[in-house]
Every structure is written in C-alpha cells, then in structure tokens.
C-alpha cells in the first residue's frame, strides 16, 4: 500500500466505524440496535442523535487531539518518549478544571478556560523546571521535571477532593478525573469543536516545518526557521486543545504517547506524513476504545483506564522489542508490503 | 511563489561569492568570567575555504555561531557580503549560510532523503511543503556527492562517517553561498575524510566561501586556502596559507614546540 492508499483506508475505516458505533450500544438490547428502528422507534431517534451521536464526535475529537498534541510535543521537544501527561500538560488541566468544578461551579466555557490556563501553566513549569536541573541529559530532566509538575498539580486535586462535598460535588469530580465521555452532551462536544479544529489545522498546517523544528536549534535557525516563536505558536495551539478535551473528559492517559509511535511505523518519520496519520489513527483508537468502555459491560468502564491498559501494554511491547533498523530498512527497500509485515512483527524505529 | 528551477544545476541562482566579515565583536557567555572575544576583527575572504585553527575551547565554535547569529555579538557588528547581518531576515540568512554543526543528534529516524529534503526549507514559505522541484534540487545534491544509494536508508542505520556526509548534503541542499562546517572530519576515518574534504573544495570551485573549524594543523595545511589561527578568543594570525602555518606561529597557538616542514612540496605539521 502505498502512503495516499494507507490514508485513504484509515478514512475510510474511522467513517465505518463512525457509521458502525451508532448502531452499537444497550439499547433496546445488549450490543446492537436493528437499523429499522431508526425510524420506527422515536427514543432511538433521539438516543442516536442526541447521545450517541455527541459521545462519538467527542471520543473522536479527542483521540485526534491528543494524538496530534503528543506528536507535536514529541517533535517540539525531541523526544518521542513525550506525552501531554508527562509534561505536566494533563494534569494542570484536570487541576484547573477540578478548581472550576469545586470553587466555581461548572459551566463549560468557564472550566475550559481554567484547563487551558492550567495547562499552560503546568508545561511552563515543566520547562523551566528542567531548565534548571543540574544533571542528566535534556530528555531525563524534562521527565523528571513532567513528573515533579504533575505530582504537584495530583497533590493540589487530591487537596479539591478533599474539601468536595462528598455527595454532590466528589462523585462527579472521582468518575471525572478517571477520564470518562459519560453524559457528553452536543453543548460539550461543541464547546470543544472550535479549539480542537484550530488545533488540528495550525498541526496539520505546520506538519512539514515540525520535522526542521525536531533539529537542533542552531540547525533549525540556520534553516532560516525562528524555533522559539514557531515552537509557542505550536504549544500554545495543542495545549490549549488537550485543555479543552480533558475539561471534558477528564484524564485519558497514553493515546497521546502511543498513537504517534504507531503512525510513524506505519507512516515513517517525516511528520509531513506522520502527522496526518497520527490524527486519523488516533481518532480510530479513541473512538473504538470509547465503544469498548460504552457497550461491554452494564456498567461504563471509564475511558482512561482502557486507554492506559492497552497504551501500557503497547507501550511494554515497544520497549522490549529490540532496535532492528536493518530489517526495517531492508523492509523499507522491499516496499510497502515489508515495511507492513515489518510492522505487523513490531520491528521498527 | 519560488522561481521555477530547470534542475541542470543546483547552483544557477547563486550570485557572486560572498565575503564574512567581523568588526570589533565583542562577545561574552555572562559574567566577568565568560568574556571571549574583545574586540575580534577579521576578513574571511569570498570564494575561499578558510580554516579556523586553534586548540580547544579557543572560541572557533563561537565564532560561527555569531557568523550565522545563533549568538549575538554584545558589540561591534559581523558582515555577510557587505551587508550587516541584522539586516537580513532570518529566511535570506537561510539562503545565504548553510550549517554543519559537529555531533547534531537527530531524534527521529528520517530517511536520508527526508533529512536532506530539509535543506530546503529556507526556500520554502512557512506552511509550505517540498514539492517536486525540491525533491529534485535533493537528488541532484545526494548524486554529486556519491550519496544517491543511502536515498532510502534510515538516518539512525547510518555510519558516523555517512552520517557526516548527509549533514554535509542537507546544508548544500540549502544551496547557501556560505558555508559553515564545525570540526568536519574529526571521528572520520581517512577515506570519508577525504570525502568531505573533496566536497568542500568542490563548493569552493564553485564559488561557495567555506569556513571550518578543525584543531588539526594538518588538515587546515592540506585543504585550506586562508586560515585563521585562535587562541583563548583572540586572532593570532589570519592570511593565506602559505605564510600563515609557520613553525612559530602554531608554536604560539598550542603552546608546543611545532615543526613546519615541506615533504613533496606539501606543508606537513608535526607535532610534539
């Protein structure tokens, strides 16, 4: 399969699944709704349109965004081991938003404002955080720093579940922090549609010029780029993004981290290409894992935790599987076909 | 929109050779301590290939980042073909200067050719993305420098001395009329050496001001027009090779008695 032919699958599929997850769900049975009810059954008009329809452009959007978000930051901090919730992106949001919930009281532009802002924050202390450390190479402190940020963004929203009113106020915060689509209505996915858009366009725009600002930064500027303000114009837009969908959705761990990886073994580095396949693939993955968590059991799982169990297993896979680049190169020379098989194996990158 | 490029050479809009030139730089890494260069003048002729020669942490690196202004002089002024360096934007600084830093980690596993492919960027607008032309200018740079068959090969299954010569590639994909290469052939074995040392006298023929930097007195006495001898941030001696490696100035520079010697008509150096 050629680059345009993968493309035009993975579209194909995120629409087939998109068409498929309408039908799927609990009611008037467990797993699928006859397409005849459509319409004869007003309540599964209204289910359909007014439940799952949201939910599903929600789960949608979010796996784009995260996915392009952990892409991005990857490629903006030279580190392909980089997600929002290692740099103290995710968890300054859900801070600020939790803040917003408990002190404010919820309406939607208002607690994405305070994600966004926390978000923002979290990343800014990051930065400046391994700045500052005085050992290791720029990759560990950026970690160590990540870490240090997020605990102190978890201690401050493990402080907000504490002072919650344990009736009204902690249920909603617990099952939201667990990062969940539950009761996602069309005012939420809308209230998040415009910054994920513009997200995804500065992204998709700027997908070429992320590979010049991968290099180091005396290169990148000799390449007649200007790193610092292409850099803020980048973070500002997927960070306010990533806010904008945990307001939502609460934590949903791991899309952004392991959904780049896959795009690059199956698009290749260059983020011309990568880019684009990161966000349809994400979009795939969250959508099919929010179907998971809707339909398996009675109950909702929440989404986090599916998205962490398979991104953690991924994850194992990708760190003990050995660094093959002659067969992968040599899978690259055999065409597309190798360089599928070659991925189907797990060698690679 | 870009000129259209027929792609008989990547050279056809390259004008004259360009001269670099420094005046009373004054430049500091902060603190009283951290003063390097106070009051650094020097003429870095066109369409040569001058050496930057001195031991180490004597500034050479330093000296090309303020050329290309990843660093920027405190005082005094550096210029590119007579035009102050400021008053170029960052793109026509692209265009103009190609850099080959030493050891650039690169964190993604590109093809040579997407690597390579990067050198276009300065000729590209910001949200634009290669189309065939520059794929085209890439190609013709990875023919003339012999490294058409690692096209498709991953940069990370690259040799350190492929490596070299990729990067070295990537900068004349810029198609600059500078170019500037930090301690080029240091971990190169001798016949990739001899490779990057070929390709930079090829740029020179053609026009391209070369300036490295290299603490072998050797190399600089094989491949060098013009030198420039450094030492703790200031200019010992700067002027064409022939007069310039002497026996008593490298003396000076290194701190070791140096021997000069003619051996088949060639400067060799030898060291203690």
């Known amino acids: 399969m050629s680059i345009r032919h993968r493309f035009l699958f993975l579209s194909g599929l995120l629409f087939v699944t998109i068409g498929f997850s309408l039908f799927l769900g609990r009611y008037p049975r467990p797993y699928w709704m006859p397409l005849r009810l459509l319409w004869e059954d007003p309540l599964a008009q209204r289910l359909v349109l007014n439940l799952r329809l949201p939910r599903i ?26 997600e929002p919730g290692f ?15 408990i002190v404010v009281g919820a309406s939607p532009l208002l607690l994405q404002g305070m994600a966004a802002l926390f978000a923002l924050l979290g990343l ?38 504490y002072i919650a009113d344990p009736l009204t106020q902690l249920p909603e915060l617990v099952f939201w922090l667990l990062g969940a689509l539950w009761g996602v209505t069309w005012s939420d996915t809308l209230s998040i549609l415009p910054v994920a858009i513009v997200a995804l366009l500065v992204a998709y725009l700027m997908r070429w010029r992320l590979n010049v600002l991968s290099l180091d930064d005396g290169i990148a500027l000799s390449l007649g780029s200007a790193p610092a303000r292409e850099r803020t114009v980048l973070l500002v837009a997927v960070v306010t993004a ?48 929010d179907n998971i968590a809707r339909v398996a059991f009675v109950g909702e799982i929440p989404l986090g935790i599916l998205t962490s169990l398979l991104g953690a297993l991924f994850f194992a896979t990708l760190m003990v599987s050995p660094r093959r680049l002659q067969r992968r190169s040599a899978a690259r020379r055999s065409g597309a076909a190798g360089r599928v098989r070659a991925v189907v194996r797990g060698e690679g990158e | 929109m870009r000129p259209a490029r027929g792609g008989e050479s990547v050279r056809e809009d390259r004008q004259y050779p360009a001269s670099i030139s420094l005046a009373d730089v004054v430049f500091t890494h902060g603190g009283e301590q951290g003063l390097l260069f106070e009051g650094l003048s020097l003429e870095i002729p066109a369409g040569k290939v001058t050496a930057i020669l001195g031991p180490n ?34 793109r026509d600084l692209g265009r103009l200067i190609g850099l080959v830093s030493q050891n650039e980690y690169i964190p993604f596993n590109f093809t040579v050719l997407e690597y390579v492919l990067l050198g276009r960027a300065p000729h590209l607008q910001l949200l634009q993305t290669p189309g065939e032309a520059d794929i085209r200018t890439a190609r013709l740079v990875l023919e003339e420098t012999g490294l058409s068959h690692l096209e498709d090969r991953s940069i990370q299954a690259l040799s350190g001395g492929e490596r070299q010569l ?39 023929a053609h026009g391209v001001t070369v300036v490295y930097t290299t603490h072998e007195p050797n190399l600089a006495a094989s491949s060098a027009d013009f030198l420039v001898l450094m030492r703790a941030g200031r200019v010992l001696d700067a002027g064409p090779v022939v007069s310039t490696l002497t026996s008593a100035v490298l003396t000076q520079t290194y701190d070791v008695p140096v021997e000069v010697v003619e051996l088949n008509g060639r400067r060799v150096v030898i060291g203690p």
Request: overall charge positive; charged content about 10%.
């Open chain 1, 57 to 82: 452009v929600a789960a949608v959007l979010l796996g784009m965004v995260l996915s392009a978000a952990g892409f991005v930051l990857q490629m903006l901090f030279r580190n392909p081991l980089v």
């Open chain 1, 87 to 101: 740099l103290g992106v995710s968890q300054g949001a859900a801070f600020g938003a939790a803040l917003g919930i």
């Open chain 1, 124 to 161: 800014a202390l990051s930065y400046l955080l391994a700045r500052h450390i005085r050992f290791g190479g720029w990759t560990l402190r950026l970690i160590l720093a990540g870490i240090a940020v997020s605990a102190f963004f978890s201690a401050g929203v493990g402080l907000l579940k």
């Open chain 1, 242 to 289: 990533t806010a904008a969908v945990v307001s939502i959705a609460g934590i949903v761990g791991w899309v952004g981290l392991i959904v780049p990886q896959l795009a690059r073994r199956l698009f290749g580095a260059d983020a011309q290409h990568a880019l684009p396949g990161a966000v349809l693939l994400g979009g795939l993955f969250a959508l099919i894992c």
């Open chain 2, 57 to 90: 942490g004597s500034g050479k690196t330093t000296l090309l980042h303020l050329i290309l202004g990843i660093l920027a002089p405190g005082e005094g002024a550096v210029l590119l073909a007579h035009r102050r360096r400021d008053q170029y934007s960052r």
């Open chain 2, 166 to 204: 990729v990067m070295v590639a990537r900068a004349l994909t810029q198609q600059p009329r500078i170019l500037l290469l930090d301690e080029p052939t240091s971990h190169l074995d001798l016949s990739n050496k001899g490779r990057v040392l070929g390709m930079i006298a090829q740029q020179a």
